[in-house]
């Protein structure tokens, strides 16, 4: 049996391993999208560097776009085999894909508009709502905990990694010349007290395990100091300065989480009347739905809150805005308010409109709530010192505030990571293999593991291989 790492190798974005059993059997973990790239966003994802149509399983640690979002692509390109996951993660795909597809629709016929007037080659986009519909027909939810029979000698087993509704570490057993070889895919690694979902939980040891490694590096605030940040950005930018809130946030869990704490604190009467929040995300606004529909999921708090507040998730001046005439309305609204829009790193959606209107104003403040990739729109604007930027090809000077809390992440830090992975015993592990991390964050990961007692650590490059 050997592996292959075809994305979030060296990188945090793309997710993709590819195992082939000695039977022949192909499975894929993870299907994701590459996300933040520039030009080479493109080109990368049309890539897929294996064969669709030799693929038989398709298994899925979570729903974010950068895990499952070529799906519908591998679809495209003649996959017929069967996606397993977690039931919440499919309810998530189900909406996902398909906006990811909208989105690639609309921007192909934006970007076509502007090649016919300088008569350039038009572009096809990736997959279409189509395809990302009919790819749900693969899917096969399971729920946590169950030992699942995918093949002959091939079962897998999901368990709560707590970093989004749906999550779960993939621990896959594959028998090999009478032997069990236990892998198991962490996926992401959440926190150990989520403000909504439940705690991850220890997976059964394996043989092999492939960590994720995106904030290997450093440390987060303490939650608290994290809601008493957002409060205090708040009250400074819409009641001080009478301005916008900009809040960049992924549609899926940070945006319910942003709005479970502002849902709290107007609770507490903490939160401004006068201070209209607007959640401006079609796909957010199902998402919601979703959320409401697994509350076996949530933590003990959550559920203790819904005991006095059936919803924790809408407030009076709360409002969830799916028209996109509504949407461009905010942009000239004159009143103080928070919007909160995806996507997070900026590079696509709504939310670089909002930012693009609403960043030359003083009044104004743009709070990034999570992680970014190094070329993305979302990590460039927080540049230190710098005075414009080009956003849809037009350069805009930089006169709101640039903010981040990075304790809204669902990804956990170095030392909560190991902390979670300590559920292993480090003597049976034959080898480590670290992915989805920026190579020198994956570097000190390393480092940290090894002081942990941990051995035979790789840090894969794109397209290595090894033998299992």
């Known amino acids: 049996m050997k592996i292959k790492f075809i994305g979030a190798a060296r990188e945090v974005t793309g997710s993709k391993h590819l195992i082939i059993t000695d039977a022949g059997k192909r499975i894929l973990l993870d299907c994701g999208m590459f996300q933040g790239k520039g030009l080479e966003t493109d080109q990368m994802n049309r890539n897929l560097m294996l064969n669709p149509k030799e693929v038989d399983y398709v298994i899925l640690s979570h729903a974010h776009i950068d895990h499952s979002g070529l799906i519908p692509y591998l679809y495209k390109q003649g996959f017929r085999g069967t996606v397993i996951c977690t039931n919440a993660t499919r309810d998530l795909c189900s909406i996902m894909l398909a906006d990811s597809a909208h989105i690639q629709e609309l921007d192909a016929k ?20 189509n395809h990302a519909e009919r790819c749900m027909e693969l899917f096969v939810g399971v729920p946590y905990n169950r030992r699942f029979q995918v093949d002959n000698g091939i079962h897998v087993t999901f368990v709560n990694s707590g970093h989004l509704l749906g999550s779960a570490v993939v621990y896959l057993e594959i028998e090999e010349d009478g032997k069990n070889k236990r892998i198991a895919f962490t996926g992401d690694i959440g926190r150990p007290h989520n403000r909504l979902l439940r705690s991850p939980e220890p997976f059964p040891q394996c043989d092999y395990l492939i960590t994720e490694s995106t904030y290997g590096d450093r440390l987060h605030e303490a939650d608290k100091d994290v809601e008493e940040d957002l409060l205090r950005v708040v009250m400074e ?10 809040i960049p946030s992924f549609s899926i869990g940070r945006t319910q989480e942003i709005v479970y704490v502002l849902n709290k604190f107007y609770n507490e009467k903490r939160l401004p009347k006068l201070v209209d929040v607007f959640v401006d995300s079609p ?13 076996d999921s949530m933590n003990d708090d959550v559920k203790q809150t819904m005991m006095v507040d059936p919803n924790p998730f809408g407030f009076n001046t709360l409002k969830y805005v799916k028209n996109v005439n509504e949407s461009k309305k905010l942009n000239t609204r004159r009143t103080p308010c928070i919007i909160i829009s995806a996507s997070g790193m900026m590079e696509a959606g709504r939310i670089k409109h909002h930012v693009a209107n609403n960043i030359s104003n003083w009044r104004n403040t743009i709070l990034i709530v999570g992680y970014c990739t190094p070329s993305s729109l979302g990590a460039r604007i927080q540049q230190k010192g710098l005075r414009e930027i080009s956003i849809f090809g037009i350069m805009h000077k ?3 505030d640039i903010c981040k809390i990075e304790g809204f992440s669902g990804h956990g830090d170095y030392r909560e990571m190991l902390s979670y992975l300590s559920c292993q015993d480090k003597k049976q592990l034959k080898k480590v293999f670290v992915v989805h991390g920026e190579y020198e964050t994956q570097q000190k990961f390393r480092e940290f593991m090894q002081a942990e007692g941990f051995e035979n650590i790789e840090i894969p490059s794109k397209g290595q291989e090894f033998m299992l």
């Open 110 to 129: 934006w970007y076509n508009k502007k090649a016919d007037r300088k008569k350039l080659q038009h572009i096809a986009p990736i997959y279409t709502v």
């Open 237 to 246: 930018t819409c009641v001080q300065k009478g301005g916008k809130l900009i």
């Open 283 to 295: 796909l957010s606004v199902n998402a919601t739905e979703i959320f409401r529909m697994h509350t």
């Open 398 to 400: 930089i006169k709101a």
